[in-house]
């Protein structure tokens, strides 16, 4: 009797955002009409070129500085502005897998380390 087994499968989707909020309507449109038909582990990343939370922005002197933006229009002092434009977000179903998923790729990482260290022995 043959043994089936369920690979366990997972969405990835990247979006890139335009630079205007009517440019980027079909952006969210398209992700929204994507969403109604979903059932797995669903990841969306890229460049949304939009803010979630007044807080992404800052122009003028910086209070913060960090990873937390993502673009900069290269200004200096008063003209420089710092934006949180890149972003990631999942359903439901990829954080509750998110967890094994982190766990096969340390597993993976690890065996990598052990083939290079015999190779190189």
């Known amino acids: 009797m043959a043994k089936s087994s369920k690979m366990a499968t997972r969405l990835v989707t990247s979006a890139y955002g335009l630079h205007s909020v009517e440019a980027r309507r079909p952006l969210w449109q398209g992700l929204k009409h994507l969403a109604s ?9 890229g460049d949304f070129n939009s ?3 007044i807080d ?3 122009g003028g002197t910086l209070k913060t500085i960090g990873p937390y933006y993502s673009w900069s229009n290269k200004g200096i002092g008063d003209g420089r502005t710092l934006s ?3 972003l990631a ?6 954080f509750y897998n998110l967890e094994k998923l982190l766990l096969n790729i340390v597993i993976l990482l ?3 380390i052990l083939l290079y260290c015999w190779i190189w022995e």
């Open 89 to 94: 977000f999942g359903n439901s179903d990829w």
């Open 37 to 45: 038909g979903v059932c797995l582990p669903w990841l969306i990343l």
């Open 110 to 112: 690890f065996l990598i």
């Open 51 to 53: 803010l979630l939370h």
């Open 56 to 58: 992404d922005r800052w």
């Open 84 to 86: 949180r434009i890149d």
